[in-house]
């Protein structure tokens, strides 16, 4: 007997996450021989740091459920790894352990009743994971002047359209798609309104350890009562594929966790037993995971000012990556150049970069900028990073890398943005 094709009406408007699309899209051409310059994907270049995976082999052989919120050892963990780094107290049984934040997230969206606000650009799975929910999204603009920054006048603009309105708002620093930050100044104006409209504010600080100066400031210094902090292994651990995200509550905000913990045991039940425990070994850090926080800090802010300053002398506007591993150049002064070409758009832009130069970016539209906007993220990772940690650790930390480091071992993303240069400037 056929079946009735009846489908949530929310999935059928939900487009392929842009990234995770673009990677399938350069696998597939790189299948067919060509040699692509993939600065579409956001994954750290850099060896899992080794003390973690003899971690996860010693641990190889756990096999059971852990609990719904997490391996205890774990929480433990992370609650002393925010007290460290950030100065917050996390009371352990107010941390939740998920299979990656992008689970707790939608989790979060799922168990609080509310309005998602969030600035433009974004990480692209924010608002499709409220729209799969048919939940209301009030997108707050910004500009390349205002350094794609959401601006504390313009959030409590948002938010006196209906000041009672129960409000989720979603601050990434440092940034996808941009790799910017906040200033401290920024933070505490954005937590006073925060404050003002009592608003959940969850602080997706997945790059935080990536900050290019190791000087990153959680907002939950300024608004502890009102903040949930997303981190993970994915990005300073280099470990995407393992999969372990974590969300630290405040005590104010138990009544969140609670549902979310529910939603967690009806859904994902735990965290593979192996992850979780290398996991504990992640977060207790120590010497080995400092030293190998500054040789990838220190090769990526060379590389992004490299990238950066190539992009300006090319005449694009962009502002210096200050963290993460993204640059987010505007190309619009060759607006009218490329209309002559046929390009009036970010999406248009970068399918031509693709054809024409087989450098892969993603467009701004798809971090939800306007669609004529001339906007591209790149993601500078291209280069063997086990190669780079290499070289770099040969090199005193009181030393700079030498100019030929990022020929000798990130060149291909030299060339990759050298491709993008001459494509916008060719008449």
């Not at 168990?111 to 650009?121: A, G, Q, T």
């Not at 929910?133 to 601006?151: C, N």
């Not at 993460?324 to 150049?329: D, E, I, K, N």
Request: hydrophobic share 35%; charged share 20%.
């Amino acid at each position: 007997m056929k079946q009735k094709e009846s489908i949530n009406p929310n999935l059928k408007a939900l487009g392929e996450s842009a990234t995770l699309a673009m990677s399938e899209r350069v696998r597939a051409m790189t299948k067919q021989g060509l040699e692509i310059f993939n600065l579409g994907i956001g994954e750290s270049p850099f060896p899992v740091p080794n003390f973690i995976v003899e971690s996860l082999k010693t641990h190889a052989q756990e096999r059971s459920y852990l609990p719904v919120k997490g391996l205890p050892e774990l929480r433990n963990a992370v609650s002393a790894y925010h007290k460290r780094q950030d100065g917050i107290d996390f009371k352990p049984d107010n941390i939740l352990i998920g299979p990656g934040t992008k689970i707790l997230m939608y989790l979060l969206q799922l168990s609080h009743d509310s309005e998602l606000v969030v600035p433009s650009p974004c990480w692209v799975s924010y608002v499709p994971q409220a729209n799969l929910l048919g939940k209301k999204v009030q997108l707050i603009q910004t500009s390349f002047e205002d350094k794609w920054h959401l601006s504390a006048d313009k959030l409590a603009e948002a938010c006196e359209t209906d000041p009672s309105k129960p409000r989720l708002l979603v601050l990434n620093y440092p940034g996808n798609p941009d790799g910017g930050t906040y200033s401290e100044e920024e933070l505490k104006a954005i937590a006073e309104v925060a404050r003002k409209y009592e608003m959940v504010l969850l602080s997706d600080e997945i790059y935080g350890e990536m900050h290019h100066k190791g000087q990153h400031v959680s907002i939950s210094k300024f608004y502890p009562e009102g903040t949930i902090i997303s981190s993970g292994l994915s990005k300073w651990a280099a470990a995407g594929g393992w999969r372990l995200g974590t969300f630290a509550f405040p005590e104010e905000l138990g009544w969140l966790l609670g549902p979310m913990t529910k939603a967690a045991g009806q859904t994902y039940s735990s965290v593979a037993s192996p992850i979780q425990w290398a996991g504990v070994t992640a977060f207790n850090g120590g010497t080995e995971l400092d030293n190998y926080l500054i040789h990838t800090r220190r090769i990526l802010k060379k590389l992004s000012a490299n990238c950066a300053n190539m992009l300006r002398e090319s005449g694009a506007r962009i502002h210096q990556s200050e963290g993460a591993f993204y640059l987010f150049p505007d190309f619009t002064p060759f607006a009218e150049n490329l209309a002559k070409r046929g390009i009036r758009s970010g999406k248009e832009l970068g399918e031509a970069i693709l054809n024409e130069t087989h450098v892969a970016t993603i467009p701004g539209v798809s971090f939800f900028r306007p669609a004529e906007e001339l906007t591209l993220r790149m993601s500078y990772t291209n280069f063997d990073g086990t190669k780079a940690m290499k070289a770099s650790e040969a090199i005193p930390i009181d030393q700079a890398l030498p100019d030929s480091f990022l020929e000798e071992y990130c060149g291909k993303t030299l060339e990759a943005t050298r491709k993008i240069c001459d494509f916008v400037t060719k008449t």
